[in-house]
Structures are given as structure tokens and as C-alpha cells.
């Protein structure tokens, strides 16, 4: 059992729970709990290191024996080293690492969201979830924005970054990646109202950072959209915005 939060494979957890320099370094993500460790292992992702304390569920357990079958490295840790290794308050007692993902682009792209410069871990999950399940084929994530495997986006996208490409590119390289698309940049304040446009054809929708919108560069890309709000409301959080549009083009795609 490891007890000691000087063993390097805990330090390593740690800083890639803590630190972007680390988690870009190492190429490395820390998926914590049962639900989102079933779910790697469901889309047929690797495990590089498995740690366990007493404190994990049977079902994690099951999970443990699954990752030894497939020759994973699991190590029993103390509980003290699992809250130093948790990114969470109450740790679910097992957590993983796994190499970051690279998942390509579709070449018949003809849904695709842009986050440019989400602040906030828990809206960038919250967009990644929403746009799995509304079958978005990529989100592209402009300079600024935050870690996509920063620990609570991992959380609140409860799995999305299993089945959705998600990279990080410039204003200018994301530009040239739309080519062809009808882009669509979700504002704030004047716009067509979302439910007019037609979603049919191969479309991106840009949503920006609650604070400042879309930047320049991306708002000169395409047209404005806004969702129509009543009792004096200005703006939604911009995850939710995102969510709504979303769920929008999938209506309209016959897709629900």
C-alpha cells in the first residue's frame, strides 16, 4: 500500500489534478469515481495507473478487477494519500490516469461549436456534455479558455470527451476549420432568434465568455443568433445558451 504523499506516482497525480503546466507536460488526465472510470473503460480507454483506498465502492471494486484483467496497474493507496490525490472535497475512493485524448475530425464536418475563452471549468463541462449529447462532431476551444482536463471540466462533462474531439486552436485556425459552415455566433443582444434558423445545413455555432462575447475575430466569421428571453432577463449563462441552440439544431435534424 502506498502511504506516503512523497511517492513520485502520487506527486505526479497531484500535479496533474493541481497544475495545467503538469497536465500538458506529462500529456496526462485524472478521471476520478466509478461512473466516469466504467465509462473510459466503455469506450475502450486505456488506463495507465488505477489507485484505490478502502474507502472505494463495490462498484468501484469490480472496476478494479476489470483494469487488473486488462493489465493495468493498480495500487492500493491510504486514504490520506486519496484526499491529496482527489480533487474533490470528498474523495469516491478510486481514480485513474490516462493519456490525453486526440480524437480527429470528422471530414464531413457539418456540426462543430466553438468555446472561445470560457473562464469557468463547470460551463465548459456543462457545453462538452451538451454537445455529445446533442451530436456536435467537435468543439473547438479558442486561446484563453480553459484546460479542457482541468479536473471539474472532466467532472461536468461526465464522459463527452470519450466520444467528441476536442482541440484548442487559434481564432485563425479555427476560422479556416468552419470553411464551408454556416457559422452562427450566439450574442447577448441583437441577433436572429435561434428557433428561425434553419440548423439543416452543415452549421457552427461560436459561444462566448458570459463577460465579453465572442472576440473580434470570430464575430466577423459569421452572423448573430440570440435566444429571445422574457421578464427583463439580458443574458443566460453561456453554457445553458449553448445548451439551448444545441438542442435547437438536433430538434430541427430530426434527431430527437
Not at 473562464?119 to 456543462?126: D, Y
Not at 451530436?135 to 484563453?144: I, K, S, Y
Amino acid at each position: 500500500m502506498i502511504s506516503s504523499r512523497a511517492n513520485p506516482r502520487v506527486k505526479l497525480i497531484n500535479g496533474l489534478q493541481t497544475r495545467r503546466k503538469v497536465r500538458q507536460k506529462n500529456g496526462l488526465f485524472v478521471l476520478e469515481g466509478d461512473r466516469l472510470i466504467r465509462e473510459a473503460l466503455a469506450c475502450r480507454q486505456a488506463l495507465n495507473l488505477l489507485f484505490v483506498s478502502s474507502s472505494a465502492s463495490d462498484e468501484a471494486m469490480d472496476l478494479v478487477q476489470q483494469a487488473r484483467d486488462l493489465g493495468v496497474s493498480v495500487e492500493e493507496v491510504s486514504d490520506d494519500v486519496m484526499q491529496y490525490c482527489s480533487a474533490t472535497e470528498t474523495p469516491p475512493g478510486i481514480l485513474a490516469v490516462l493519456n490525453q485524448l486526440d480524437l480527429p475530425v470528422p471530414a464531413d464536418l457539418h456540426m462543430a461549436v466553438v468555446a472561445d475563452h470560457f473562464s469557468t471549468p463547470g460551463n465548459l463541462g456543462t457545453l462538452l456534455r451538451s454537445a455529445a449529447a446533442a451530436g456536435a462532431q467537435v468543439v473547438f476551444l479558442t486561446e484563453g479558455t480553459v484546460d479542457a482536463y482541468n479536473p471539474k471540466v472532466v467532472r461536468g462533462a461526465m464522459g463527452a470527451h470519450f466520444r467528441l474531439p476536442i482541440h484548442s486552436l487559434s481564432a485563425h485556425q479555427i476560422g479556416t476549420r468552419l470553411a464551408g459552415l454556416s457559422i452562427w455566433i450566439a450574442e447577448a443582444g441583437p441577433g436572429i432568434p435561434y428557433s428561425q434558423v434553419n440548423w439543416t445545413g452543415p452549421s457552427a455555432i461560436v459561444i462566448g465568455s458570459e463577460a465579453y462575447g465572442p472576440q473580434p475575430a470570430l464575430q466577423k466569421l459569421g452572423k448573430p443568433v440570440a435566444i429571445p428571453l422574457a421578464g427583463g432577463m439580458e443574458s443566460l449563462n453561456a453554457a445553458v445558451a449553448g445548451s439551448v441552440i444545441l438542442f435547437e439544431i438536433q430538434r430541427q435534424r430530426g434527431l430527437l
